[in-house]
């Protein structure tokens, strides 16, 4: 069973496009994140979620809007899409907010903006 | 401010020669660290972590790392590389109350046959 998943694992689009990236996970975390990796693989923090709070939002364009529909699941919206928006995402769990837990991570989604 | 640093951007062995990958944090309080990796088209898997309990930490798939306060390090080593262990690894610092981890910028392992 995976843990968590993410939808769709590759995703090609145009400029100004807008896109979703859906993640749900099964392991009962409360805790939620959003990460991007760079084409020089340097991974930052976007976004997390706390039981459906947001509790980190990073300096990101407000093109991005995370949505947690519930503790499951936390989607990452992106509106106008633009070429250096080009990556992989990385969705993420944990359970607690001490700092000391494991995140687990999602498989990714490639994204390119052509 | 916390962060980390990876000290190498490449490491090459040759299979069955000692691996050591190189990491160094910075922390205003006493930091949870962790070491990941990631295999090409991959996600990232947790190969061990260190909260204040002992300092030598041993994790999956033979790997280790040792704790050092006194030289703010939290270096990763194994034993014998094999050609399974190339791949991309990060050494992660969290932020303790903030729930955020900082990434190193990746050491890249490539094991010669």
């Known amino acids: 069973d995976t843990a968590v998943s993410q939808t769709p694992k590759y995703l090609v689009t145009q400029m100004g496009n807008d896109k979703s990236i859906k993640c749900e996970q099964n392991l009962g975390h409360d805790t939620m994140y959003w990460y991007k990796q760079d084409s020089k693989k340097f991974l930052k923090i976007m976004f997390s979620y706390n039981n459906k709070e947001l509790i980190i939002n990073e300096t990101v364009p407000n093109r991005f809007s995370p949505k947690s529909p519930d503790k499951a699941h936390l989607n990452l919206h992106i509106n106008s899409l633009e070429l250096g928006d080009s990556a992989v995402y990385f969705c993420?769990?944990?359970?607690?907010?001490?700092?000391?837990?494991?995140?687990?991570f999602g498989p990714g989604t490639r994204l390119l903006v052509l | 401010a916390q962060s980390v640093t990876q000290l190498d951007s490449h490491v090459s062995v040759s299979e069955g020669t000692p691996v050591l990958l190189r990491c160094n944090y910075s922390s205003s309080y006493s930091p949870s660290l962790f070491w990941y990796v990631q295999h090409p088209n991959k996600g990232l898997q947790l190969l061990l972590k260190y909260t204040s309990a002992a300092t030598l930490v041993k994790g999956i798939n033979g790997f280790e790392a040792e704790f050092k306060k006194s030289e703010t390090s939290f270096h990763l080593t194994k034993p014998s590389a094999h050609m399974s262990d190339a791949a991309e690894y990060f050494c992660?610092?969290?932020?303790?109350?903030?729930?955020?981890?900082?990434f190193g910028t990746g050491t890249r392992l490539k094991v010669l046959a």
């Open positions: 992660v610092v969290s932020l303790g109350g903030t729930y955020k981890y900082i």
């Open positions: 993420a769990s944990s359970q607690g907010t001490s700092g000391q837990e494991t995140q687990y």
